[in-house]
């Protein structure tokens, strides 16, 4: 198949854009750095903005659509659908975003993927094959279908570029070629969210307004309900095994609350190359979209004369044993991440319901883990089939878990 066609010669024109989840926090930070390069002095790489997928919040699509002048529009609830403009093209329903995609993906795009959860797989793998690159926010892609995907990717000869900062921070910290051979460890660094320092029986019993309490990041809920749980780092270590081919036993996270270094990656010489910058996503969203060119930003960079300290400390697998099960995960290949993503979805939500109490999220993950056998993941029935399995029997436990208190 042929590669994109997207070169460095051509940087300066306006590349076409397609983002799915523009009104979530990353899609918003996307949109502030698209209207920053087109306004940028000295001129970089700037950006079509062709077409925007959300979810409910079809008020803020349509002056995204206003703002930008997007035609090309997808929403997933319907009954929200009157507050769009007549003068747009709207694709509405659960299968909206991948509808966008066929209908306007060409060769050479760039798909931005910041829809929540397994939902976003369709869409992903359907841009693959429209040979867009993908810059990537849905960590569950990779999670759920890494297999699948990357494969995908190389067939189609695309790229799949990190939007996540701890992802992009080891994009960048391997950019000199090194090869998973030459990685002694890739580190994700982890903030420990809002119950770093609690004791174990007070996380348990945290309310919703507490797990939201983020210290350094502002994200919407689901990502600072699994930040709080630390299920999100879970998730980025099966990302990173599938985005840099490295397995279970080179990967490893590490309390870090400042939340300046973002990863670093340990090579087999015993030097380590470490990325920092401040807690703004807009930063590693603008390395997605102008990757392989650096230009100036509009996140703020470290202050060093303020930077009086950084902390790291061990994770504490007892207050926090979501990473001991994603390296499981890994090593069990197939599709046990999937599994594990359809059950932590659901046990988040659960929560975000008032149906379960905090303490049980991560217990139920590890039920739902036991009781499913992986089985291949090669193709995108599989993955659905283990997803939906998982689903239900997480629902089966959280409903257990509910009236247990």
């Not at 090309?72 to 299968?95: C, F, K, N, Q």
């Not at 051979?181 to 507490?210: C, H, K, M, N, Q």
Request: hydrophobic share 45%; charged share 20%.
């Amino acid at each position: 198949m042929p590669s994109n066609p997207r070169t460095a010669s051509d940087q300066l024109e306006p590349r076409r854009l397609i983002i799915l989840g523009s009104t979530g926090s990353i899609g918003v930070g996307v949109l502030d750095v698209v209207a920053h390069l087109a306004a940028a002095d000295p001129p970089g790489p700037t950006f079509e903005v062709v077409g925007l997928a959300a979810g409910r919040r079809a008020q803020m699509l349509e002056a995204q659509a206003s703002k930008f002048g997007v035609r090309d529009l997808a929403l997933a609830e319907v009954s929200a659908a009157s507050a769009i403009g007549t003068a747009r093209s709207l694709r509405i329903g659960s299968d909206a975003a991948l509808e966008l995609v066929h209908d306007i993906a060409r060769p050479g795009d760039l798909v931005v993927a910041a829809m929540v959860g397994a939902a976003g797989i369709p869409s992903v793998l359907a841009a693959i094959d429209h040979g867009c690159d993908i810059a990537l926010a849905n960590k569950e892609t990779l999670v759920a279908a890494g297999e699948l995907v990357t494969t995908a990717a190389a067939d189609r000869g695309v790229k799949i570029l990190p939007i996540d900062s701890e992802h992009a921070a080891l994009h960048q910290c391997l950019r000199a070629g090194d090869g998973p051979a030459e990685v002694s460890r890739l580190v994700l660094t982890a903030s420990g969210g809002p119950f770093r320092t609690w004791p174990i029986d007070r996380i348990r019993s945290a309310t919703l307004e507490e797990a939201l309490n983020h210290p350094t990041w502002k994200m919407g809920p689901k990502v600072t309900i699994d930040s709080a749980t630390m299920m999100n780092k879970g998730l980025e270590l099966i990302e990173a095994h599938w985005l840099f081919g490295i397995d279970a036993d080179r990967l490893d996270a590490i309390i870090h609350p400042q939340s300046v270094v973002h990863s670093f990656v340990e090579f087999t010489d015993g030097s380590s190359l470490a990325q920092l910058s401040p807690p703004d996503m807009r930063m590693p969203i603008q390395y997605a979209l102008c990757h392989p060119h650096r230009v100036p930003g509009c996140a703020p960079s470290l202050d060093y004369s303020k930077l009086r300290e950084l902390v790291f400390e061990p994770v504490d697998h007892e207050r926090f044993p979501s990473i001991r099960l994603a390296l499981d995960a890994i090593r069990a290949g197939g599709t046990a991440g999937a599994i594990f993503n359809a059950a932590n979805e659901v046990a988040a939500e659960s929560f975000c319901n008032g149906g379960m109490p905090f303490g049980r999220i991560v217990e139920v993950v590890a039920d739902v883990i036991d009781q499913i056998t992986p089985v291949s993941a090669s193709d995108l029935d599989s993955i659905l089939t283990a997803d939906a399995e998982a689903r239900n029997a997480a629902l089966a436990h959280a409903a257990i878990l509910t009236t247990r208190g």
